[in-house]
């Protein structure tokens, strides 16, 4: 589903204009966005949460070349869907 598509989908089901759902759909994330920045979890019930995860320096390997690099720690955000939607989906 693109963003345009999305847009439509939360302007039908929650009976909005495409304008409003556009910008709920925009606070929704930016708000999510600045939690995750902040090394907040993020849970919504039925869902899941969405989490920072830190991922330790290791050392990889360049496939080009096949020489060894160091990968330095860095921070990512993983997601857990919730048992629900792991139900839907079966």
Do not use: C, W, Y
């Not at 963003?3 to 709920?24: P, Y």
């Not at 990512?76 to 792991?86: C, D, G, R, S």
């Amino acid at each position: 589903m693109k963003s345009n598509e999305f847009v439509d989908a939360v302007s039908a089901e929650g009976r909005l204009t495409k304008t409003q759902a556009n910008e709920a759909i925009h606070a929704v994330f930016t708000a999510m966005a600045k939690a995750l920045v902040a090394n907040e979890k993020v849970s919504i019930t039925g869902f899941g949460i969405f989490d920072v995860k830190v991922k330790p320096a290791h050392t990889g390997i360049n496939p080009a070349t096949k020489e060894k690099i160091e990968i330095p720690e860095r921070k990512a955000v993983v997601f857990k869907a919730a048992k629900n939607l792991k139900d839907s989906l079966n």
